[in-house]
Structure formats: C-alpha cells, structure tokens
C-alpha cells in the first residue's frame, strides 16, 4: 500500500474490486445510440481542428465494437464492401478516402451537417 493509501485509510484491495477500466467505461457508455452520436461528433470536430483522421477513425472503431459481434461483417454487407477491407480500415491498416468515411458514418445511421462557424 502506499503511503498515500496509508494516510487517507484506504484498503487498496476493495477500491480495485470496486474500479473499472477506462476501455470497459467506454464500452458501456457506448451501448447507448446517443451516446454514440455525441461521441463521433465529438471525435469528428476534434478531426476537423487537429486534422488526425486516425483518432476519428479508432473512434469509428470503438462504436462498431460497441454494436457487438459480427458488426462488422454486416455493416460490411450493408455497404456492400469486402469485410476485411473495412476491418483493415477500422483497425487502421488502410486510411479510407473521405467518401469511404461517409460511407461508414451513413452505415452507422448518421449523416454529418455542416454549420456556420
């Protein structure tokens, strides 16, 4: 235990029994459509200021996973894309063209807007 723990009383066994990883947060929260949607707005206007397609794309990345298992072969079919192709771009292998990005977020059931500055 560290002297910290020692000072504040704390049993560092049950605060670890009673933590959750960032990663399984965030999979929580991203069960939520809306919470979702706020998340890729978020990503996407950080995109747009600091021009880092991969951190928008890892947040793609995150909302597919959150959908479950197999999300990816039937967003895949309903693109009509090749599975590993969008797997390899969801992973980062491969950096899509901006209509591909579209493509996805309009798979995911979003569309983007664009607004006066």
Known sequence: MTDFAEELNLD???VMA???SHSD?????LQ???YQR???ETSLEEFAKDGNINAFIRSLQHV????????ITSLARELKMDRSNLSD???GKVQPKIST????INGLGYKIQLKSA
């Not at 947060?25 to 929260?29: E, P």
């Not at 597919?64 to 999300?71: E, F, L, M, P």
């Open 12 to 14: 560092m066994d049950k």
């Open 18 to 20: 009673n933590t959750i």
């Open 25 to 29: 947060l965030m999979q929580q929260h």
């Open 32 to 34: 939520d459509k809306d």
């Open 38 to 40: 706020v998340y890729l």
């Open 64 to 71: 597919v996973k959150a959908r479950g298992r197999g999300a």
């Open 89 to 91: 771009i969801l992973n």
């Open 101 to 104: 990005t579209l493509k996805l």
